[in-house]
């Protein structure tokens, strides 16, 4: 299993710009999310799913937009991109089957908005 | 006030030394916890889920306690490699959320 994939794995922005962060995960999770972290700060929720077709607001979502077509991927849409969306975005993914909940995440995507 | 808490540190301890962490948690309705490590610019990682019972898992020892809402990290016989940011995690599944500290830094210093 390759576990959470994402891509790209670095991308530099102009502002105003628009670009779709991937996330995938061959584990069959139900549940996946998206969290950004600032230099020195800790992870924020940005949107979360738990199934397909099934979308959820987090604790940041302005700026960003996501869609769950499938249950391997949940891509994240970021629309007319500003500095202060430059971060690292972590894609994770958990499974509610067994009531464990384990959380595992993608290696991330560092966004420069400039 | 954020759902979990944890002391930021630093920790800077020697090797072989015995390091524990606290961390407390507000929801009573939180119901599965969690110790992660994150190196520097990497992703977290999983490294131990924590039970009633407590665990352990080599040098790590994990600890829960309800009553008191609150979760612990004993780490021994500290290795150079274990130097990283430890995250206490709170899942609530009538949110479907998982809550993270801000994370306690840990050098174990030669």
């Known amino acids: 299993n390759a576990g959470v994939t994402q891509t790209p794995k670095f991308r530099i922005l102009k502002i105003g710009q628009s670009m779709t962060l991937q996330c995938t995960q061959d584990?069959?999770?139900?549940?996946m999310y998206w969290y950004r972290q600032d230099p020195g700060m800790g992870l924020k929720l940005i949107y979360y799913s738990v199934g397909a077709g099934i979308t959820d607001k987090g604790e940041v979502p302005n700026g960003y937009n996501v869609s769950r077509s499938t249950t391997e991927d949940f891509p994240l849409r970021l629309e007319l991109a500003a500095p202060s969306q430059t971060s690292v975005y972590f894609c994770a993914s958990s499974y509610s089957g067994t009531g464990s909940y384990e959380q595992y995440f993608g290696p991330g995507t560092r966004l420069t908005v400039t | 006030r954020k759902e979990v808490e944890q002391d930021p540190g630093p920790f800077n301890v020697p090797e072989g030394a015995t390091v524990a962490f606290n961390c407390t948690y507000s929801n009573s309705a939180s119901q599965s916890f969690f110790w992660y490590r994150q190196d520097c610019r990497k992703e977290p990682k999983l490294l131990m889920s924590?039970?009633?019972s407590g665990n352990e898992d080599g040098r790590f020892t994990a600890q829960l306690n309800r009553a008191s809402q609150y979760i612990s990290l004993l780490i021994r016989d500290s290795k150079l490699s274990d130097s990283a940011t430890y995250l206490c995690?709170?899942?609530?599944?009538?949110?479907?959320?998982?809550?993270f500290g801000t994370g306690t830094s840990l050098t174990v210093i030669p």
């Open positions: 995690v709170a899942f609530r599944s009538d949110g479907n959320q998982f809550y």
């Open positions: 924590v039970y009633s």
């Open positions: 584990m069959n999770h139900n549940y």
